[in-house]
């Protein structure tokens, strides 16, 4: 039996495969730039190293691999963002650990593998050898540094809050008392509002992922999201239409390169690699071509902790 196309079933079918490619393109909402909006030509390009030594345990590990692990995060436009089409890693984040494994001597296109790591569990994929380096706002911070090594701080957030555009009760951390503030386990900003209960009123709502975070935000279950500005200024530009950033930055989040507790020369390689890149200028031309894009201005990077 022929089948005979009638307008109406064109009609639909057409409405189905518009449907398909809008979900699973990279784009959605008109204004949304899932993920952020890299310009991938603007990207610097990283000379490997050659014959590079080392003395260290872990880096002699992942030589032997001929891969560099390196934790990430995948939900943080314009930082660390997996593209779930092509599972690619791109944002600042990943361009400084390009930057550091290309001075390991290791290729950033083929010897590089990128893994995301939830904040809640960081020092474990770090002590336990799951990943050599960890490179996703990482606050460096004294609790911390029991456990892992760091090689910066590379660059300075602050806390700050992420509300939805017609919000107009919350301006700043002194009017979140009573609110439901969103944030990560695992996170500083969550455990600054929790530290401080008296001080800031807030009724903290946690998740594992930012993700989930800015779902809640954006359905009305909580007030507002806190975490680093850098990685809210991502979401607001993600979704212009619909979130903003409060802009009162009430703490300071010194983002560092993880690595295993006593490694020093490991430590001092990335230190190394990290300050030829910022004198190079391709730390900066890495920055305009991801961060930068979401509305955050560069600013010199802090000094390094040798």
């Known amino acids: 039996m022929k089948f005979r196309k009638t307008a109406a079933s064109v009609a639909v079918v057409l409405s189905l495969a518009v449907s398909v490619s809008a979900c699973g393109g990279k784009k959605g909402q008109a204004g ?17 190293a050659k014959n590079v030594h080392v003395d260290s345990a872990v880096l002699k590990k992942a030589q032997k691999r001929g891969k560099l692990v390196i934790g990430a995060k995948s939900d943080q436009p314009y930082l660390g963002f997996q593209d779930p089409s092509t599972k690619k890693y791109e944002g600042f ?77 919350v301006k700043g951390p002194d009017s979140i008392k009573g609110k439901k503030v969103c944030s990560i386990t695992g996170s500083t900003p969550l455990q600054n509002l929790k530290d401080n209960k008296a001080k800031y009123g807030a009724k903290p709502v946690e ?58 020369n490991l430590q001092k390689a990335v230190l190394d690699a990290v300050a030829a890149h910022q004198k190079d200028g391709s730390y900066k031309k890495a920055y305009d071509a991801t961060l930068g894009r979401s509305g955050s201005k560069f600013e010199e990077p802090p000094a390094l902790e040798r």
């Open 32 to 48: 949304d730039k899932p993920g952020g909006d890299t310009d991938a030509k603007a990207l610097p390009t990283y000379k490997v």
């Open 93 to 169: 984040d990943i361009e400084v650990a390009k930057m550091v494994a290309a001075d390991l001597g290791f290729d950033p296109k083929k010897d590089v593998q990128f893994k995301t790591i939830d904040s809640s569990i960081r020092e474990t994929a770090i002590s336990k050898g799951q990943v050599d380096l960890m490179v996703g706002t990482y606050t460096m911070n004294a609790e911390r540094k029991k456990q892992v090594a760091f090689a910066g701080p590379y660059y300075m957030a602050g806390q700050d809050l992420l509300v939805r555009k017609n919000e107009k009760s």
């Open 207 to 264: 998740f594992g992922k930012y993700t989930d975070c800015v779902k809640q935000l954006l359905d009305g279950q909580v007030d507002a999201m806190t975490t680093d500005d850098a990685i809210l200024k991502g979401y607001a530009a993600e979704r212009p239409t619909k979130l903003k950033v409060v802009g009162k930055p009430f703490s300071k989040e010194p983002y560092g390169i993880g690595l295993k507790k006593g490694d020093k």
